[in-house]
């Protein structure tokens, strides 16, 4: 399966896996810009995608600048839909005290190919019983039951 990457700049970065069995392709920015403590930006990645049918790509933080810098996807995950040509933009929001400084070639995300299964969808007027039924929103509590 292929995904195909066009750049849309000299000083776009090619998308790819840092280890042979990553899930996530490393998304790179193309610029240098700060992100204020609390406040969100658009970085851009200069490179549109042609997904493979029948998949999606998933936007998603990357770990390392969420534990020491609080910088996640602030809608995570971002879907790229499968007919989408435009550029990829990542989303950061930055719930540190500090301000953020992105750098030209900083890995700001990850991207994840999935596939997409599409419903049939029905309008009932009840659906099955289950034992959870409505039970949400910590319904079974927050320690374990031992």
Do not use: C, W
Not at 23 to 50: C, N, Q, V, Y
Request: glycine letters at 10%; hydrophobic letters at 35%; zero cysteines.
């Amino acid at each position: 399966m292929k995904l195909k990457i066009q750049k849309l700049t000299e000083l776009a970065i090619t998308p790819r896996y840092e280890h042979y069995n990553d899930s996530g392709l490393d998304l790179f920015s193309i610029e240098e810009l700060e992100i204020p403590s609390k406040e969100s930006r658009i970085i851009h990645t200069g490179i549109a995608i042609e997904l493979p049918q029948g998949t999606e790509a998933q936007i998603r933080p990357r770990s390392g600048l969420a534990l020491n810098h609080q910088i996640t996807v602030l809608n995570t995950p971002g879907t790229v839909d499968e007919g989408y040509r435009g550029e990829i933009g990542v989303i950061l929001i930055n719930h540190g005290k500090k301000p953020f400084h992105v750098t030209r070639g900083m890995k700001i995300a990850q991207m994840v190919i999935t596939p997409v299964i599409r419903v049939e969808v029905e309008q009932v007027d009840g659906l099955s019983n289950t034992s959870r039924g409505t039970g949400g929103f910590g319904s079974t509590g927050i320690t374990a039951n031992v």
